[in-house]
């Protein structure tokens, strides 16, 4: 028998972190597997997919940040034209109850499932398995949202949409051959080729870490950073950057000095903000 956290979690916020963890906890008292379930592709790509949304959070890194939180399994489904049809009596009868044996599901108050969403927290009861509605996670009197946090990263504002994922924000790629730039000014660095449907922060200079190291981070037209610390080859290799805090604009200055002058600056930044 299963608990299931049931949603799409894009971001893996504070408020979806509210339902995972009452998901563990459940679990945990009745010695039962906590399982989510997630969504892949994103469905408002299928629904709608002129709109161009970007994630939060790849498949890949939203796995990994569900099993941080306590999920010991993870379960995709597929989000297709044909799954977006299906009622939701026939998603419930399914999955939830033949293929995953749930015991008790645990939702936010806002999930809707099924042909036209029709089917919410209200309609999951009733079918063998207990239900939780878990009220949403609030910031300034207002509901945290995936959507309200892609905003603030667009927009620039990256250090509120931080505080509303309650953790860093991932970008995940794979290391791909620059133009030596930083390299001849002294500070080696790496590029990323990143998902394309990921959504990169605006651009400027952000504290963050790559795995052990700490990492002064550019975006740009590229996604680069230099790992402090860090001096090995890795091109090939795929490497997820955990930026923390935005600390400044990206600017172009008169010369290479000055260029440096103010690299040195962001790496001692760099080096204060992340522990």
Known sequence: ?????????????????????????????HGLT?????????????????RGLKLLTTLNERR????????????????????????????IEKILIKKLKAKHVFVGYDFAFGRGRLGGGEQLKGHGFSVTVVPAAKKNGEPIKSSGIREDIRSGNFNNAVKQLGHSYQITGRVVYGAGIGKGLGFPTINLKTDPHKLIPSQGVYAGRCQNFKAAINIGKIVEAHLIGFDKKIYGHRVTLRLERKIRE??????????????????????????
């Not at 906590?34 to 002129?50: S, W």
């Not at 799954?83 to 026939?90: D, S």
């Open 1 to 29: 028998m299963t608990v299931i956290a049931l949603g799409t979690f894009d971001g893996v916020h504070l408020g979806h972190q509210k339902i995972i963890k009452a998901t563990v906890a459940y679990a945990k008292k």
């Open 34 to 50: 906590p399982m989510a379930i997630t969504f892949d592709p994103h469905p408002q790509q299928v629904v709608a997919p002129g």
């Open 64 to 91: 990994e940040l569900l099993h941080e939180y306590g999920i010991k399994k993870v379960y995709v489904i597929k989000f297709t034209g044909a799954f977006r049809k299906m009622g939701p009596e026939k998603f």
């Open 250 to 275: 990206e600017k172009k200055f008169p010369d290479i000095e000055k260029l440096k002058a103010q690299i040195t600056k962001d790496v001692a930044k760099t080096k204060f903000i992340v522990l």
